[in-house]
């Protein structure tokens, strides 16, 4: 059991590689709270980005898939110009180059269809503070007004499960899914792991 809790531990403490300590934090500016309730309607959000720092760096790919009753109904993506040479180091990772995203649109464009999306739904997203700190930059560059969104982490709520559980199957059912989630290869397959994280994590808190 302890064998299984230390490898839940330490997938939780891998932070991907596109973030580290200059991803920006949650202020007492922020227009969002972060929760670590359950819901069974929510979106799932994921940006790809030419780098690390919010407002610094663009984003160059969204996606947001909607659930409903734990679900996948619908998504949402778009392709985004950032108006900048995106770094071999992305496009080895990501798989978008440069020549892919020239012809797509502006994040000016982008942004409002993004937020009618979400809607009222709460976002969940896996170490939030780092799509939600590009999101929040975008106040920063356009006319764009964000709703004060309800945030659930699941690397925060997998923790407190993780700290919880006393169930050696479902603890080995945690580490598997956390391990899905640090080795998906794309966009779409990341953002499925997190629901699934996500699922999980309420079911086993019931």
Request: proline letters at 3%; glycine letters at 4%; hydrophobic letters at 35%.
């Amino acid at each position: 059991m302890e064998s299984q809790r230390k490898i839940v531990q330490t997938l939780l403490n891998q932070q991907p590689l596109q973030k580290n300590n200059r991803v920006r934090k949650q202020s007492k500016n922020s227009n969002y709270i972060t929760t670590e309730d359950c819901h069974e309607d929510y979106i799932v959000l994921d940006f790809e980005t030419t780098g690390m720092r919010a407002g610094a760096d663009k984003i160059i790919n969204v996606l947001a898939i909607r659930y409903i009753n734990h679900v996948e109904q619908d998504r949402f993506e778009s392709l985004v110009n950032p108006q900048r040479h995106i770094p071999i180091e992305v496009t080895q990772r990501t798989g978008l180059s440069n020549v892919e995203i020239q012809n797509a649109p502006l994040m000016e464009e982008v942004i409002q269809p993004l937020v009618s999306y979400i809607g009222e739904l709460p976002i969940v997203i896996h170490d939030s503070s780092f799509e939600m700190g590009f999101l929040e930059s975008l106040q920063d560059f356009s006319s764009v007004v964000l709703p004060k969104y309800t945030v659930v982490d699941t690397s925060k709520l997998a923790r407190k499960v993780a700290g919880q559980l006393n169930d050696e199957e479902k603890m080995r059912k945690l580490a598997f899914l956390l391990f899905e989630k640090e080795h998906s290869m794309s966009g779409l397959t990341d953002c499925r792991a997190t629901a699934t994280i996500y699922e999980f994590c309420c079911e086993v808190s019931e």
